[in-house]
C-alpha cells in the first residue's frame, strides 16, 4: 500500500521559514505530478504548487516568488520551501501524489495527512 508522509509544519512569525517534506512510502515504480495544497479554517482546500516528475513546477499566484516546490525522484518525496511567511499563510498543508504505479495496484490519487503551519504577526 503506498503512504504519502507530510512533515516539517509549526508555529513561525511573520517574515519566517519553513520547509515542508512529504515522503511516499511502499513499493513504488513511477509517481507522475506530486503537489501541495492547503485548507485555512472556514475556507476550501487549494492547490498552492505542483511539480511534474520532469521538474515542470506550477503555482498559485498567492505564493509566487515566496514558495518553492521540489521533488526528489529517487526517494518519492516533495518538499515546499516555504520563505516570507504572512499570516494568511496559516493552514493545515497537505501533499498529493497523482498516477502513484505500486508493484500492483496504479492509484489515481494518494493524500498525506496534513501539516499545520501558523504563522503569527
Known amino acids: 500500500q503506498v503512504q504519502l508522509r507530510a512533515s516539517g509544519g509549526g508555529l513561525v512569525q511573520a517574515g519566517g521559514s519553513l520547509r515542508l517534506s512529504c515522503a511516499a512510502s511502499?513499493?513504488?515504480?513511477?509517481?507522475?505530478?506530486m503537489g501541495w495544497y492547503r485548507q485555512a479554517p472556514g475556507k476550501q482546500r487549494e492547490l498552492i504548487a505542483n511539480?511534474?516528475?520532469?521538474?515542470?513546477?506550477n503555482y498559485a499566484d498567492s505564493v509566487k516568488g515566496r514558495f518553492t516546490i521540489s521533488r526528489d525522484n529517487a526517494k518519492n518525496t516533495v518538499y515546499l520551501q516555504m520563505n516570507s511567511l504572512k499570516p494568511e499563510d496559516t493552514a493545515v498543508y497537505y501533499c498529493?501524489?497523482?498516477?502513484?504505479?505500486?508493484?500492483?495496484?496504479?492509484?489515481?490519487?494518494?493524500w498525506g495527512q496534513g501539516t499545520l503551519v501558523t504563522v503569527s504577526s
Open positions: 511539480i511534474t516528475n520532469g521538474g515542470s513546477t
Open positions: 498529493k501524489a497523482d498516477n502513484v504505479r505500486g508493484k500492483i495496484h496504479r492509484y489515481l490519487e494518494v
Open positions: 511502499g513499493v513504488i515504480f513511477s509517481i507522475d505530478a
